[in-house]
């Protein structure tokens, strides 16, 4: 019993996605079901109408189908509601989706009993639309309770409706012919191909969720090498200043002992290499910085003038022309002002070291459609190479012969953290373009 029970636990816990969940339904319900109905339902309710109309109660036969065709009149009214809220599917939450799907299923049920009590009950070929009506349930209905609730209800309506019309004919005194098939393999089929569509659907589900839980495996994995290989590569970039000033005061102490003076020049040297590794770690700080601080509504051609005024100073001779294209009445970008300087400044000091003061640096700002906010920073320089293109964004790649490689990597990731993107068209010899999108109204991104 207690394996039982969690053998139902696991299978309340295997659900498919909502929008996997939305896009069955609209498959089978509205593509498949609607347009039968469509074309069916109104041939049901003239003939429903016409039996009404027409034909005398005398015996529990008629009595029994006066009843039926009573709600077939009824049921073209559900249909018709059903298929208005089928059409109309992606307003409906989920859980009012589930009820329409419920109901929807419930009272097309109801509909085949009633066929099945005018067409020799247990032995009508409506049998057959019950089984579909069971893989349909498997397939629409998000989980296994609801699955197995529906396939007993489908089980116990087609017992009911093969009852009903038995007792309807033996009441009038009238005896049936054996069936052509016993009713108890029917029944047993059914109830086995709810089982079984139900296990196809709790496998396929499972075996989803098992893809998706491997590719998390490897997601974090490559997380932890990634991590490994960043503090290599931290311990390789401190190292070898801190060697070079270890060397430098080593010569620096044998001096002393020998009472030269001469060591301005190794003292140099340590104070360069000091310069370096603080430089090491100032980027690095750049890049694990998180999202703290205050987000602040931001005019981003404002941004992009301010960016302009740091990475070239008013007062000092640069031989780079910068030409402006701002669009006017863009919305405004929510974010820390800290990140998106970062961006802009990183991007416009890459521009203005490449160039080596000669070329042209163009800016450019614009709307997007899906309400998004485009610069673009392009230069006249050399370009980069098809090779390299894809490592700039790989922390510590630099071509550079100062850089610490890591100026691009804090760009993407600033960029990423607001849920925007960044992408760098370039060709030797004609310059390089980075565009970044970042989304307007947007919140910063956590994960």
Known sequence: MQKIRELLDKAKALVPESEEMRQRIRVVERHILLPIKVVALPIVLWKALAQIWSAEVLTHWDATMHMIYLFFVFYFMISLAWGILIWGMAGLKRWQLLIVLFAGILADTLFLAGVMVGSHGFDSPVFWLFCFWIIRTSVCLPTFMMQLSVASI??????????????????????????????????????????????????????????????????????????????????????????????????????????????????????????????????????????????????????????????????????????KEYAQGLPQLMMQRSHLAEILVNLLSNARDILEDRGQIALRSRFSSDYAVIVEIADSGPGISAEFLSQIWVPYFTTKRKGTGLGLSIVKHNVEMYGGTIEVYSEPGRGTCFTIQLPARSFLKMS
């Open 154 to 323: 489908i089980c116990l309506l087609y017992v009911s409706a093969g009852l009903l019309e038995s007792w309807a004919v033996s009441a009038d005194g009238f005896t049936r012919e054996a069936f052509a098939e016993p009713v108890v393999l029917r029944i047993f089929f059914l109830v086995m191909l709810s089982v079984c569509s139900m296990g196809v659907h709790l496998t396929l589900v499972r075996q989803k969720q098992v893809r998706e839980e491997a590719q998390e495996f490897w997601l974090r994995q490559e997380q932890i090498r990634a991590n490994g290989r960043l503090a290599a590569e931290i311990a390789h970039q401190l190292k070898n200043p801190l060697g070079i000033i270890n060397n430098v005061a080593y010569i620096i102490q044998k001096k002393v002992e020998r009472g030269k003076t001469d060591i301005d020049g190794q003292i140099q040297i340590i104070r360069e290499e000091i310069n370096r590794s603080d430089q090491i770690i100032t980027d690095l700080m750049g890049y694990a910085k998180l999202a703290e601080g205050t987000l602040e509504r931001l005019a981003i051609n404002a941004e992009l003038d301010r960016a302009l005024d740091q990475v070239f100073p008013k007062g000092t001779q640069f031989g780079i022309d910068i030409s």
